[in-house]
C-alpha cells in the first residue's frame, strides 16, 4: 500500500494516560483553533454524536460514551490546515496531552487504507464504519426538499449506486467498514438517519 498518510506504526499512546480524557469545552477549543471550515467542523460534530449515541445504545457508561465523542470529534481535527499531516497531526496532539490510548488509536485506524492501521476494537471499527456513511447521509439530505424527513434506507442506498452522486465518498470504504463491523450497512444507514445530528 503507498499514501502518503501511513503511520508506520500501531501503537498509540500511553498505558498510563488511560482513563484520561480531555473535557467537551477543551475538545471544541481545540477544534476552535484548528478547524476555520464550517462543513468539516459540523462532520465532526456529527461523527461524533452518532458515536456517542452509538455507545449509549450498547449502554456503555458515561465515560466510555465521553470516549466515543471524543474520537468522532477529533478524527479529522488536522484536516483544515494540515492535510498533510493527517491524522499525524491530531494523534500527536492527543499523545502530548496525555489522552486515553483508546481515544488515539481510534483515530489512527479511522481510514486502514490510507493510514494502515488495522481497527480491531468495536469503537475503532465504528468510527471507520460512522465516518464515510455520516457524509453522505447529510449530502444525501441537503439534496432532499425535505432533509431528513421522511428519509428511508432504500433512498440512501440508491444513491449509493449512483457513482456520481457525493462521488467523493468511497462506496468501497463504507462496504468495508461495514464487513469489518459486522454489521449490514441497512442497519448502519438505518441508526445514522435515527440519529444524524442535523443543522
Ligand atoms: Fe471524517
Same mark, same amino acid.
Given at each position: 500500500m503507498e499514501s502518503i498518510y501511513l503511520l508506520n506504526r500501531t501503537e498509540f499512546g500511553?498505558?498510563?494516560?488511560?482513563g484520561q480524557v480531555m473535557t467537551l469545552e477543551e475538545a471544541m477549543e481545540l477544534l476552535s483553533l484548528w478547524v476555520k471550515n464550517d462543513k468539516l467542523l459540523f462532520h465532526m460534530k456529527q461523527v461524533g454524536h452518532l458515536m456517542k449515541a452509538y455507545a449509549a445504545a450498547k449502554g456503555y457508561d458515561e465515560y466510555m460514551q465521553h470516549m466515543w465523542h471524543l474520537a468522532g470529534l477529533l478524527h479529522? +481535527?488536522?484536516? &483544515?490546515?494540515?492535510p498533510d499531516q493527517h491524522c499525524r497531526k491530531i494523534i500527536e496532539e492527543l499523545e502530548s496531552r496525555n489522552i486515553d490510548p483508546r481515544i488515539i488509536r481510534t483515530i489512527a485506524c479511522h481510514g486502514p487504507r490510507y493510514f494502515g492501521v488495522e481497527p480491531v476494537t468495536e469503537m475503532e471499527k465504528m468510527l471507520y464504519a460512522f465516518d464515510e456513511l455520516s457524509g453522505f447521509v447529510h449530502a444525501y439530505s441537503l439534496m432532499?426538499? $425535505?432533509?431528513?424527513?421522511?428519509?428511508?434506507v432504500s433512498g440512501v442506498k440508491k444513491r449509493l449506486k &449512483?457513482?456520481?452522486? +457525493? +462521488? $467523493?465518498?468511497?462506496r468501497e470504504d463504507i462496504a468495508d467498514a461495514s464487513e469489518r463491523a459486522g454489521i449490514p450497512v441497512e442497519d448502519l444507514i438505518s441508526f445514522v438517519i435515527a440519529n444524524q445530528l442535523r443543522a
Open positions: 500511553s498505558e498510563s494516560n488511560l479529522d +481535527a488536522d484536516w &483544515d490546515q494540515w432532499r426538499p $425535505q432533509g431528513y424527513e421522511g428519509m428511508e &449512483d457513482k456520481t452522486f +457525493a +462521488a $467523493q465518498v468511497s
